[in-house]
């Protein structure tokens, strides 16, 4: 089946968001939603998942699933915010308690933080299938970005976070706590064994050099033919050098330390203090 896939770009991170919906009926789910957040006033807004949230009631649809490719690190999750509005299940990989356990740690969050994922309604592994009305999703455990990064297959379509971006720019980055370039190139070629006309939704897109537009769709038969990291039949260990190298070059995520302590959270922020306030911590030296 070939599911209706609806995009919501935001600007303030590059992030996509989807709205994956049932041809045959109501029935959708949402992927990968962004809460605004700015970091220089710690306030929160909902602009972003409004626009989805909006879009859903617009067309009478029913929200089955809440789905988070991976524990993000350059945007906040709306999945709470957009499960109290319309409904859903938010669901992510079963190695979401790695990350929990790695950044519970990094947080200091102590004993009271639960590092099982509980925090979220359902935990996928690798052969899961799920169901959006009569769209069936397959799930795929895509490692390499972060040790909990899964491939939704829902149809023809394949929607892989991090782990793939357009062809001319390339792969995600391997070197946050978890990481491993060798795992993502194994990762990228279970994704590209699917049929070469399954259409690929990116999470993020930065319009590589000389291209004007943004995009987010492109194909498996695309990507081994002109991916610039691993297209073209290149090999691990060309992959491997490039990779760790082009990583040590680059800055950690604006972002990087508000997602995580949501994300971990499925979208939750930290508890509030006995008067109500919620705090986010810094830690220092450990990124």
Sequence with gaps: MKPEVTAFFDDATNT??????????????????????????????????????????????????????????DHLSAAPYIQEQVGGKIGIGDRIKIVQDTFGK?????????????????????????????????????PGHTPACLTYVIGDAAFVGDTLFMPDFGTARCDFPGGSSETLFD????????????????GHDYKAPGRDEYAWETTVGEQKARNIHVGAGKSKE??????????????????????????MRAGQMPPADEKGDVFLKVPVNKL
């Design 16 to 73: 996509i968001s989807y709205v994956v919906k049932d041809p045959a009926g109501s029935s959708c789910a949402v992927i990968d939603s962004v809460l605004d957040f700015d970091y220089s006033s710690g306030r929160t807004d909902t602009k972003s998942a409004d626009a989805v949230v909006k879009f859903v009631k617009d067309n009478d649809l029913t929200v089955e699933w809440l789905l988070e490719t991976h524990v993000h690190a």
């Design 238 to 263: 060309q992959f491997v050098e490039m990779r760790d190298a082009r990583d040590a070059t680059l800055a950690m995520p604006k972002l990087i330390i508000p997602s995580l302590q949501v994300n």
């Design 187 to 202: 990762s990228v070629q279970k994704i590209l064994t699917l049929p070469d006309d399954t259409r690929i939704f990116v």
């Design 106 to 142: 990094v947080f200091n969050e102590g004993t009271e933080f639960q590092r099982d994922g509980s925090q979220f309604d359902k935990l996928f592994v690798e052969g899961d299938s799920f169901h959006i009305g009569q769209l069936r999703g397959d799930v795929l455990h895509t």
